[in-house]
């Protein structure tokens, strides 16, 4: 009964029920999860919190899902280039411009923790982080993991110890910085929002402007060179959203979970969907949704860091994603195999049927008449097992292809014996067209025809009559260009 | 300049140098697998599994801690293993997504139990040098750190799993379908090579803290790998490169913080920076992938006049 509900959520034209469906299911579980949560101690009424009414909660909640929504969206390309630990690299590469940001600041006498500055430092480190990593791919025989893990190790190592030699710094207060390492978003105040709401801005507006030239590099960078587009430049813009898009979240979530941000909702949209637009639109409500209920769930459990539950969401919709998304999560996919399998079954049992029925023919000019055909032939013919051949026939009658008949043979029904010419006449078809189009022997066809033919449409096959009218097919079913083999098994 | 060089700066090297050597030999295999990133990953990932083994046992027995950690190790190997092969994802994302999540697990379980006890996520990281170079154990005459013991053991387990498994990770490094049809399990060697990273990682971050893991694990293996093609040569190179680091990284932070005015910084950052320096010079200088060798190269080959063309002559 599953194999049919899936089918329905594979089904193109059914997909729209189904979403809801599946949101319906989330929201009655996530309901039930809120009302039975046994440990945490619930502070405050959550339709206030969801519906952004209670203050301290609702710059943060803002926050977080303007960039789970930003880097999802940046994120969908990184993960098509293949590059989504560059984030990782990225924000570790992040961690001395902090530190020497800070230095800089106060040993000219201000405010060390004025977080533009601090930024600013970030990104420089961050930048320089990047190119080295692209320096060492270019010009050594490293590969692109070796040349990441050296820029993260080495410029984290150096955050480490510029942030210790700052801790140590006589009259001036150090403390809080290490928030950038996991984040400090229940302390967001306004004008960290309006940071985060520009760079949201610039980084949507930049993505949106750059969509065809970033698909074109995502895709096919050779090409993309060979047609004169500079992919180099664009691989360092993509960059540098990046960048702002790790620097603005270090303050919020911190920089090893920023890295979760840029990765998750990509790779869980990419199982929805084999559409670029779809892909990214999906991947922004999916950072989106993880940073509105992570944030809204961490205020509401006391000691519970925002980070860490919007990343535990966001994991949670990337597994529920891995297993029922409908382009390439397990289960559809699993459906789909199993349905394709069932499918080839059928159309070899009915084949072999006709096969059958044809050799009881006396002229081969005379339509060919419907028997009954004994198991015992049918299973010598394609040299299936017993049990084999019991699963193939029950599906056979589940589909109403095989009449009732005396027990140990077997009769196809008026759908099944039509189905049955069918499904024939497109394997001589295809066999023909092998012959003659691509130079294969007759006695070797019925094999190369089996990989193709149980997928051939419609339209394929007007073509196929197309192609083959010269020839004469004076039947219905065009008579098998090679002998059937009768001793076959 | 003045060095104040004592016993307890030997310490932190000899620790410094032993850690270097025990995640630098295995690195070398996770650099030619291409799995450089997993340190990084594993590092960050085994949060939980040391956070566990405090809850349920609440104690800071050592062995306890590297049993959660390995444990959280292969999870990681395992979680990223799955889910790159049946959800088809980029082995990198899916390396990323595990990762994430365990530390995220792990920060929440460490906050829920840091009412009760102090296990500082910042430790993890920077580590406390400080305070294991003080805690001995008395040893005949000796005095020697707890910290030397534990990590010296694991640097001999590791260079007896290289020793000992030589062939197998080798031939599961460079063609793992090879290693397969001679009868090496090489999905079993890939689980002990993420096993030994993991442990290695807890040796060493009570004492030197994850960040010289990380760095450790690759800079090493990678300047070693600029130097030479020979897999046993580059071994013991990157084992003394990473020995050179803990060294010089030692000396760079007392000497270079008061240079502009500051006091000594952690050694544990500056080992990784001195690594970073060393692989820069290789990057550089290496005799047969340098740079300047190859600007030189294509120097000469510009200087070279072009062979004579019919009509033309020279």
Redesign the interface.
Known sequence: MWQTGYAMLVDRRKRGLAVLMVLVILTLAGGAAEAAWPVAEVKGDVWKLVTLQSYNSRLVILSTTLLGATSGLIGVFLLLRKRSLMGDALSHATYPGIGLAFLLMTSLGGEGKWLPGLLLGASVSGVLGVVIVSAIRRTTPLKDDAAMGIVLGVFFGAGAAIMKMVSNLPGADAAGLDGFVYGTAASLIFSDFLLILVVAGVVCGAAILLLKEFTLVCFDEAFATSQGWPALRLDLTMLALVTAVTVVGLQAVGLVLIIAFLIIPAAAARFWTHKLHVMLLLSVMIGGFSGWVGSGLSSLLLDFPTGAVIVLVAAAIFLISMVFGFARGILPRAVRHALLRRKVGRQHLLRAIYELLERHQLDAAEPVSNLAIDFESLAVHRSWSPAELQSLLRTARGEDHLEDEVPGRVRLSESGFGEASRVTRNHRLWELYLIRYADIAPSHVDRDADLVEHVLDADIVRQLELELKGRPVRMFVPPSPHLIDQSAG | MEFNWDSLDTWTVVIGGLSAVAAAMPGCFL?LR????M??AIS?AILPGIAMAFLLTHTRITAIMFIGAACAGLLTAAFTQC?SK?????R??????VF??L???G??LI??SA?HVELD??CV??GSLEYSVIDVVQIGALEVPRAVISIGSVMCINVLFIVLLYKELAASSFDPSLANTLGFNSGLIHYLLMMVVAVTTVAAFESL?S??V??????PP?TA??LTKNLAHMLVLSAVVGLLSAFLGHLG?MAI?PV?G??A??S??????A??AL?FSA?LFSPS?G?FL?LGERREHAGRPLPPTAGEGS
């Open positions: 650099v291409r799995m450089s990133m340190g990084d960050h889910i049946y959800g088809k994802v980029d990198g994302a899916a390396m990323g997504i994430t999540t530390f995220a697990i920060l929440i906050r829920q009412k996520p910042g990281l920077y803290g960040i010289i990380i760095a450790m694990l690759i800079v990678a790998f600029l932070a913080p502009f500051l006091e910084t952690v544990s950052g500056m080992m990784a920076v690594a970073g692989f990057w992938q740079l190859r």
